[in-house]
């Protein structure tokens, strides 16, 4: 979520995305793996989904390469391999390379079986989920991204946490009109939003989160030191158990099925010395093996035409389709730069000196 | 959801069923196909989710075999078969008796490939999604159902309804535990439950769903006339666009890429004499492709028992496991009996006293 109240330098794709290499390779991460990475922070920041980008660099990922917490050479390998499935351990490296080769093989295997099915355990914060469902509109099929993550939210009737904002993603190509991308939590809102709320002070909406009684609460350090977010959907009143049952669903697949982590054992990167125990799941459908690929694009064309055309609420002028936003910031942030949060590209210019690794000059 | 202040009748578990497949016969569906969607349907009402039961035989099926709306023998065909997937075609007969053999194929195919996928195009209402998901459960494996559905939820800041509830089934084996079985509409609450507070004139809660403006109301004739429900997550604000993604993903696997219709171009069978062109999804995952069977119950297990032992809210006494609630109010029913409306009941004794079929009394 776009933080309107933070300042922004605008940095040039290209050299972002090869000064995050840089910095990944000095802590030996291989220059392949980390280029993975820098695609998917960068990806991630073009998008307007700027929690998941670049500004997670340091504290997610090199301050664990930094103490040897994470590694970054893992000996990752196929831990599993049946027909069109198969399961891969992460060795507790970096979440995004096992992801992205993960869908690679997932993207293999539909071409061959009709779909591919893949899991991901012992590994850690991978990026935005979407990013690895897209790498299947590219080959004209439809990708689906699945991920625990360390605990967030309340099971319902719950006062502590005990599932993560486990994410849902599945990208599905159109023909004229943009792909169909779902990415989103199971929670109501992102932890981020009520932490913008903590640092000015102001209260949140009734229902995003719960203090240490499990009842909702409109102190967000109520939300965030006691209790925990709310599944999509809310308490119970308003159907939370749904959104508590999808984040279950996501943690069975990610956590239960990969030989991962999984609820509480899933550990916070920022808080924890142990290998955090994340685990991952995707999966590719081959479109080819239900119909024809150019009939699917124009089936989903009016798919999207019908719910672009719909009737409006008074006062609104679009309906969205999901995914469609996010392509209009990558189109805009494409021609502006990438924006990095000031205080974030202070950090990257501290950390630069240090190692004398040269910087882009912001746009 | 149950309908508390309505009256019921308790029919044993054998002769209901039975009564059904006789019923069904009457219509020239053929025995098999009959056994089907009685088990189905008398399971809902075993589960307690009588709004999909034996209250539907009449105004969902019978009457729609009477007229030939739907087809009692139709030419159900394989129309695409290739390496884990196929793809069905119901030639508009009833939704359950493709739906459940396709689940076989499913299981089949994970039997050999650990994924196997299919969808039915061209089918009516199937019932229950949980019904076939949990077919997964007595092999071992983890199944996935879904299904679209006749409008019935607003798009994010549309004002007509546009997405069925789209259903969302996944069921997962446990050890010593019940298994997990999540079984969801992707609106925030059933038409049920409006069309209950419509006759009792009663209002609805806030944020449930919409009248003809696409704003919340309360007055329950207001969203049943105009307006529609919302998604899970209610209106934008709570994070509505959330349970419209779903609703959405839901009809490009069940309608897009089955080939059946999707969005409006599925029909209500109340109120349509052409096909309802409803079309399903499923999937199977074998989970000794990626552990042992025994392994993964007890890991589920384990996920369970966190859940069911996590501190509870003030004035709560349990936190539930998606699907638990509906596995207690099925034991109680077998053993009291099958509960059916008081109202179908009569219904039903009509039917069958024009038609010369006998029926079981009431326990």
């Known amino acids: ?58 504290s997610y990922y090199i301050s664990r390469l930094k103490t040897g917490y994470m590694k970054a050479e893992p000996a990752v390998k196929i831990t599993a391999n049946q027909g069109a499935t198969f399961q891969v351990d992460a060795d507790n490296g970096l979440g995004h390379p096992p992801s992205y080769r993960a869908m690679e093989k997932c993207l293999d295997l539909a071409e061959k079986y009709g779909v591919g099915l893949g899991s991901v355990k012992n590994s850690n914060h991978f990026g935005i989920a979407g990013y690895y469902s897209m790498m299947a509109i590219e080959r ?44 989103m939590a199971t ?12 640092r000015k002070n102001i209260s949140i909406a009734e229902g995003w989160g719960a203090d240490h009684t499990g009842y909702t609460s409109t102190n967000p350090a109520a939300v965030l030191e006691g209790g925990g977010l709310y599944p999509l959907g809310g308490p119970a009143e308003t159907a939370g158990y749904k959104g508590y049952g999808l984040a279950a669903v996501v943690d ?62 008074e006062g609104q002028k679009e309906i969205f ?34 190692l004398n690794v040269s910087m882009p000059e912001p746009l």
């Open 1 to 58: 979520m776009a933080e309107q109240e933070q300042s922004y330098v605008r940095i040039e794709e290209e050299p972002l995305k090869q000064l995050v290499v840089e910095l990944l390779k000095h802590y030996r991460v291989p220059e392949n793996d980390a280029q993975i990475v820098s695609d998917v922070l960068v990806t991630a920041d073009l998008r307007g989904i700027e929690s998941h980008g670049v500004s997670r660099l340091l």
């Open 140 to 183: 004209g099929m439809i990708g689906i991204c699945l991920s625990n993550a360390q605990p967030a939210i309340l099971p319902t009737y719950a006062r502590q946490k005990h599932l993560g904002t486990n994410p849902i993603s599945v990208a599905a190509p159109a023909g004229d009109k943009l792909p169909f991308v779902l990415d």
């Open 187 to 198: 929670s109501i809102v992102p932890l981020g939003k009520i932490q913008v709320s903590a």
């Open 252 to 313: 069975i697949f990610s956590g239960v099925l990969s030989g991962s982590g999984f609820l509480t054992s899933v550990l916070n990167p920022l808080k924890n010395d142990d290998p955090c125990q994340v685990g991952h799941f995707m999966a590719v459908v081959k479109i080819n093996a239900f119909m024809e690929e150019e009939v699917f694009k124009n089936r989903m064309d009016a798919f999207i035409e019908e719910l672009k055309t719909a009737s409006k609420m």
């Open 321 to 354: 389709v999901a995914g469609e936003k996010e392509f209009y910031t990558w189109e805009e942030n494409r021609q502006k730069g990438v924006p990095v949060l000031e205080n974030v590209w202070e950090e990257l210019t501290v950390l630069c000196r240090e």
